[in-house]
């Protein structure tokens, strides 16, 4: 198994863009800004639902007026960051597939996608009917919280990692 992940890898690496990335003296810390951006919108917007439904922020609007308004942010955020970390994976795919960090990053990530998509933005009008959050609604919303700060607390750990191998090399 772990040898067709390293040929997806190193067929990766050799691809038009992957090649393009790792080359280019400027294109690899480009993208990585480009997708540091896009989480930022992503987690931004995601978080700025949770919260509301853990009844925590401005009362302005409900929860679900403010998953509607932030609905395409979200996946505009969400577009950005995988195609950025696409492309940032194409670059050093092989190195990449042997931290821990991204590992555990990438397994996060999918549930958080599903538990965001499936869970939360499919429910949040069923959840706050009346103006207040039930508590299904805020433990959602708290679940996907603390999925993001995992994500975060991956990501740092990859970056971390990384840095001492490439000083290393």
């Known amino acids: 198994m772990y040898d067709a992940v390293l040929a997806c890898c190193r067929w990766l690496e050799n691809t038009p863009w992957g090649v393009t990335v790792r080359d280019s003296s400027w294109m690899y ?39 509607d308004g932030l609905f395409s942010w979200k996946w505009i955020g969400f577009g950005v960051s995988f195609v950025g970390g696409f492309l940032l994976l ?21 549930p958080l996608a599903l538990t965001w998509h499936l869970v939360v ?35 740092v750990g990859f970056l971390l990692t990384n840095a001492v191998v490439l000083r290393r090399t």
Do not use: C
Request: aromatic share 10%; no cysteine.
């Open 29 to 67: 810390p480009v993208v990585l800004w480009v997708h540091f951006v896009g989480l930022s919108m992503w987690l931004g917007t995601s978080l700025a639902v949770d919260l509301r439904l853990m009844g925590i922020g401005a009362r302005r609007q409900t929860a679900v007026e403010l998953s």
């Open 121 to 155: 933005q499919k429910n949040t009008r069923a959840w706050t009917q009346n103006e207040h959050t039930s508590a299904i609604g805020k433990w959602a919303g708290l679940i996907e919280f603390l999925f993001w700060i995992s994500v975060v607390t991956a990501s």
């Open 90 to 110: 194409s670059a050093e795919a092989t190195t990449y597939v042997t931290n821990t960090s991204i590992r555990l990053k990438l397994a996060l990530l999918t």
